[in-house]
């Protein structure tokens, strides 16, 4: 498969290996609502952000909705990605300008997007897709660059939406659409459960009843006419007014289709009996629902201009909103094609918090991350208003939401390891603990261990144990805790009476002999030489 090489390319492809893990503090404060909803809102850098999260929720997301920085040139992003190479390290702290006066700009936003689009791929779950708005400034760069991280075969569509309906006059070209991207973890699976849509007014209207037959409103299946058949579809038709007809290319249909259609009264010849057979095609046994199409009009969705005038000003007018924000009509289309009630929504370039409104306010949980204060001076306010119920815009009265829920206000702490690779003294056993069980297995640990159990859980047939104590990190003694002692060993306990599974033991350090662990099926692994990450 082709692929796209860029300036820098070299040093991000394993850069989200190289970010460390940090801490995730929740700030009472600046939460609202109720704080055990399930909801998050994470202010700090993005990569850093994800790779913090990602012990908890790897394989947990139905859909991540993001809205990366466009790359046009007017924008006054910044890249700070702190990747150890010389000709990256440059741009460390600058801010990407114009064309002509950053030529680099386009190998910076891909430098930018790549780890962060790695990252992404962990969180979705197996029948999960990504969706990424975008315009033709790197729009092509980016299709390029996901189907080397998902998979071409993992391409679901390119959507269009229509997002301004209006046009400018001093354009030479009136730009009147964006992309979305759209990719899923497995395109089989996400295919097997993805959400058709319900019928608008129009489409129910094709379906009528002119001849009141039984079996209510139909269509036009079988149209009377091909250009394409073969001989069997040339035979002769009576009608009822008894006029024969003969198709002047091919019927659309077989003679057997046609007799087994007349004889079920499927078979419609106009309202005198003397026009060309239509078979009919029932509502009432259509599938129910209409494949998503990929054109978006401003109609069904909104554009940046509504939701900025018609929503946001209204909403919060003491706080002006974003250039261009997305609307929620969009962010429900997404939505309810891939997701279903209690499903987990990400958004990692969180902007005005769209996606967490319409998250919200259509029973999805949302995990969403914002850089700087715009998490507290734009987000937070937005989210708060949801919340309590007095946004009326938006999607609100579409999906009757009244309010309800509640979010948790975090941000990213210190890493879990220092510069020399221990442990950090202000790690918890319960953060450690999802990070050792996500990099054993891959997969979030499924309850937040409290420490009264070495066992954090099982996975697989295999049992992961954890010894760590804040208070006796290298403290060289067996009864310090953080040590694989014969008496611990004898004291670890199983998930089952009857596990027979093996069980690996993460601790600081060991002093029963190998052919002894490995005659009880456990393998010791030291903290924190042997605590791996992706």
Not at 47 to 69: M, R, S
Not at 177 to 196: G, I, Q
Not at 356 to 384: D, T
Request: net charge negative; aromatic share 8%; proline share 6%.
């Amino acid at each position: 498969m082709p692929t796209l090489d860029w300036i820098g390319k070299k040093a991000v492809v394993n850069h989200h290996r190289e970010v460390p893990y940090r801490l995730i503090h929740c700030d009472k404060d600046k939460s609202h609502g109720d704080p055990d909803a399930g909801n998050l809102l994470v202010q700090g850098d993005n990569l850093e952000a994800l790779k913090a999260l990602l012990p908890y929720y790897a394989g947990k997301v139905k859909c991540i909705f993001i809205d990366p920085p466009y790359n046009t040139g007017n924008e006054s992003w910044v890249y700070n990605d702190n990747v150890n190479s010389p000709e990256i390290r440059a741009w460390l702290g600058s801010v990407v300008g114009k064309e002509a006066e950053d030529l680099s700009r386009h190998d910076k936003w891909l430098c930018m997007m790549f780890p962060r689009m790695r990252l992404l791929k962990e969180f979705l779950s197996e029948d999960g897709s990504i969706w990424i708005t975008i315009d033709d400034n790197e729009g092509h760069y980016l299709k390029a660059m996901t189907d080397e991280i998902f998979g071409r075969s993992n391409f679901v569509a390119s959507f269009v939406w229509e997002k301004d309906k209006g046009g400018r006059g001093d354009a030479d070209v009136s730009s009147s659409h964006d992309y979305v991207l759209v990719y899923a973890r497995s395109r089989e699976r996400w295919a097997e459960v993805r959400n058709l849509l319900n019928r608008t007014e129009t489409q129910l209207g094709r379906f009528q009843n002119p001849d009141n037959d039984p079996r209510g409103p139909w269509r036009q299946g079988d149209d009377g006419t091909a250009k394409s058949g073969t001989e069997k579809q040339k035979f002769p038709i009576t009608l009822p007014s008894g006029r024969v007809v003969i198709p002047k290319r091919y019927w659309a249909f077989s003679r057997e289709t046609f007799d087994t259609a007349v004889a079920e009264g499927r078979a419609y010849f106009g309202k005198k009996g003397d026009s060309l057979p239509i078979i009919k095609r029932y509502l009432s046994e259509v599938r129910d629902g209409v494949a998503p199409r990929t054109w978006l009009p401003a109609e069904d969705v909104g554009t940046n201009q509504s939701a900025k005038r018609d929503h946001l000003r209204k909403l919060l007018p003491d706080i002006e909103p974003f250039e261009t924000p997305k609307p929620e009509g969009l962010i429900k289309r997404a939505i309810e094609i891939s997701t279903n009630p209690g499903d987990i929504v990400l958004d990692s370039f969180a902007g005005s918090g769209t996606t967490a409104a319409g998250a919200q306010k259509m029973g999805r949980n949302f995990i969403i991350v914002e850089m700087g204060e715009h998490a507290s001076s734009h987000v937070v306010p937005r989210l708060k208003k949801v919340i309590d119920g007095k946004d009326e815009g938006g999607i609100t009265n579409e999906v009757g939401w009244t309010g309800g829920g509640g979010f948790r206000f975090c941000t990213l702490g210190e890493p879990l390891f220092d510069a020399d690779g221990n442990v950090s003294p202000s790690v918890t056993f319960p953060d450690l603990a999802a990070h050792v069980f996500f990099c054993e297995t891959g997969s979030p640990i499924p309850k937040r261990a409290d420490g009264a159990s070495p066992l954090i859980g099982t996975f697989q047939n295999r049992a992961i144990y954890l010894l760590h104590s804040a208070e006796a990190v290298g403290v060289a003694r067996e009864q310090a805790g953080n040590v694989l002692t014969g008496a611990v060993l004898e004291a670890l306990p199983l998930s089952e009476a009857d596990f027979a599974g093996a069980r690996i033991v993460y601790a600081e350090g060991c002093t029963v002999p190998d052919d002894r662990l490995s005659a009880l099926g456990v393998t010791f692994k030291q903290i924190p030489y042997q605590i791996e990450g992706i």
